[in-house]
């Protein structure tokens, strides 16, 4: 039971405190309490505690942060919708592909594909486009019309001797060949993080995602970028879609946007998902998607508060700087005779355990290990986040370099009771 917290840290009904390497669910990027936040919440909600974005409405808070959205924006980008969650705002941006085509006189293309290992969220349509197997097994999805491809995870799947080019064209031509099979009249839209996050934090090799955008446009798929952990500065840039130069047409983040302290999401769409919007609103007087919490004005005073913090700090450089010290600390792991590959980007990085470093197997019997880790951790004073044989860090954006010392001095501790357990 965690009851209270403080920067990177978290303490439990007892006052035993905790470092947790992955900012909870990757999202509590100013740490795990603000004053500043708590402010901006008590007024906006002493000021208009509630308001809604329904049929031509909305509020000034809601309206600053689309602004502001758009204006940050990776690519030219024309407006923000707003819900509550990562996947909320996924299975909007899945609508509008299905919404775009059909307006377009091609209701047949709407078969959405995602990646195996993928993660959007828990929402139906999220799921679907989700390639998490336990999360899919004995719900009955994916539903209909979800396709997925292979993860691009090159160190688990390369060929002996394959380049991460190779490997990446090999990966293009799995999706260009999946089209194919399908009827590229049928399929709408593609969905992708930046770097995969819950599927293993795995950054894309190198010349996947150019590949990848050349074959939706030749198709011409809609590309839904999803930003949920990779926005707001995760990866070193402010957008993962700069990092890895994507384009999307749409473009969701969550979690960050209010330094997870409130529930808000946005999608943000291109003039071209925008246009056909208007067509419907032509059609029956306005967009005829909404729910009760789109922009709720409280989640969006505690969001716009969380960029003007970004700004003060430079998240930006300051995920930079102390993301290479991070990626530093976990380099001087990969010595280990238990770990197979240290990667990452920004504020992000992972290490895979594997139980032998030439065949690159995981490590054996990995549920269990998983368990055992996360108690050592735990004895430690460590929460890690443990994805099947990797362990990945994506502490606040605002640690500093003590914060990053602490992570590792106690996970070297972790790693150590790992080779004793197994010796
Ligand atoms: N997309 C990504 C990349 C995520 O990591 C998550 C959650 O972890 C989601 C979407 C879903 O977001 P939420 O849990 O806010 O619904």
């Given at each position: 039971m965690i009851d209270r917290g403080e920067g990177a840290w978290v303490y439990d009904e007892h006052g035993q405190g905790y470092i947790d390497a992955t900012?909870?669910?990757?999202?509590?990027s100013l740490g795990f309490s603000q004053e500043r936040l708590a402010r901006a919440a008590y007024d906006q909600m002493s000021r208009l505690g509630y308001y809604h974005t329904q049929a031509h409405y909305t509020h000034p808070m809601g309206a600053r942060l689309a602004e502001r959205l758009v204006e940050m924006a990776p690519v030219p980008m024309s407006k923000a919708l707003f819900q509550c969650s990562g996947s909320e705002a996924n299975d909007v941006a899945i609508k509008l592909v299905w919404h775009y085509h059909?307006?377009?006189?091609?209701p047949e293309k709407r078969k959405i594909i995602g990646r195996q290992m993928?993660?959007?969220?828990?929402?139906?349509?999220?799921?679907?486009?989700s390639?998490?197997?336990?999360?899919?097994?004995?719900?009955?999805?994916?539903?209909?019309?979800?396709?997925?491809?292979?993860?691009?995870?090159?160190?688990?799947?390369?060929?002996?001797?394959?380049?991460?080019?190779?490997?990446?064209?090999?990966?293009?031509?799995?999706l260009e060949n999946l089209i194919l099979?399908?009827?590229?009249?049928?399929?709408?839209?593609?969905?992708?993080?930046?770097?995969?996050?819950?599927?293993?934090a795995v950054p894309p090799p190198e010349g996947y995602f150019a590949r990848v955008q050349d074959i939706l446009h030749k198709y011409d798929i809609l590309f839904i970028v999803d930003e949920v952990i990779c926005g707001f500065a995760r990866t070193g840039e402010m957008w993962g879609s700069t990092t890895y130069d994507l384009k999307p047409d749409m473009l969701s983040c969550a979690k960050a946007l209010s330094a997870g302290m409130a529930p808000i999401s946005a999608v943000l769409v291109n003039d071209r998902i925008f246009d056909a919007l208007?067509?419907?609103?032509?059609?029956?007087?306005?967009?005829?998607?909404?729910?009760?919490?789109?922009?709720?004005?409280?989640?969006?005073?505690?969001?716009?508060?969380?960029?003007?913090?970004?700004e003060e700090m430079d998240v930006v450089a300051r995920a930079r700087e102390t993301g290479a010290y991070m990626q530093a600390l976990a380099e001087r792991e990969?010595?280990?005779?238990?770990v197979g590959d240290v990667r990452g980007v920004g504020m992000l990085c992972a290490i895979e355990l594997t139980g032998d470093k030439a065949t690159r197997t995981p490590l054996p019997e990995i549920d269990r290990m998983a368990e055992f880790i996360a108690e050592r951790g735990r004895a430690h004073g460590?929460?890690?986040?443990?994805?099947?044989?990797?362990?990945?860090?994506?502490?606040?954006?605002?640690?500093?370099?003590?914060?990053?010392?602490?992570?590792?001095?106690?996970?070297?501790?972790?790693?150590?009771?790992?080779?004793?357990?197994?010796?």
């Open positions: 900012s909870g669910l990757w999202c509590a059909t307006i377009l006189g091609k993928g993660y959007h969220g828990s929402t139906c349509a999220s799921i679907s486009a390639g998490k197997p336990d999360m899919h097994r004995d719900f009955g999805v994916p539903l209909q019309d979800f396709l997925h491809v292979s993860m691009p995870h090159y160190y688990r799947f390369h060929e002996d001797g394959e380049s991460e080019e190779d490997y990446s064209a090999r990966l293009a031509e799995e099979a399908e009827g590229p009249e049928t399929i709408g839209g593609f969905i992708a993080e930046p770097v995969l996050g819950a599927g293993g208007l067509v419907q609103a032509g059609r029956v007087g306005h967009f005829a998607h909404s729910a009760t919490y789109c922009a709720h004005p409280v989640a969006a005073a505690v969001a716009n508060e969380v960029l003007d913090i970004y990969a010595g280990r005779a238990i460590l929460l890690l986040r443990a994805i099947g044989p990797t362990l990945a860090f994506a502490p606040p954006l605002n640690s500093n370099r003590e914060d990053v010392d602490e992570i590792f001095t106690r996970l070297g501790r972790v790693l150590d009771d790992v080779e004793l357990a197994l010796a």
